[in-house]
């Protein structure tokens, strides 16, 4: 099995076997991000899903949650730390 250096944790572990999200970013999730950080991915995005009551079909909403998971994985950008204050809204 292929092995891969994660972009989030440095370490080197093995590959995915295909990619967990389509498109470009799904092809970059397989190059360079190890199966225990996108765990720790899913954990995160679900608490923003809940947290902001998130409707994944709403196209805002999913580019939140991307531009959230390439923070997350690859330390592209800034990501959002979940706000109480701010529960049931986003804000771009």
């Not at 765990?39 to 947290?51: E, G, R, V, Y």
Request: aromatic residues 8%; hydrophobic residues 35%.
């Amino acid at each position: 099995m292929p092995t891969i250096t994660c972009a989030r944790c440095a370490k080197t572990k093995d590959a995915f076997d295909r990619a967990p999200f389509p498109g470009a970013v799904g092809a970059r999730i397989v190059e360079s991000t190890c199966r225990e950080c996108w765990a720790d991915w899913l954990k995160q995005q679900t608490m923003l899903i809940n947290h902001y009551g998130l409707n994944v079909m709403d196209p805002q909403a999913r580019q939140y949650l991307t531009r959230n998971m390439e923070a997350f994985l690859f330390k592209a950008g800034q990501g959002d730390v979940v706000d109480t204050t701010k529960q049931g809204t986003i804000s771009h």
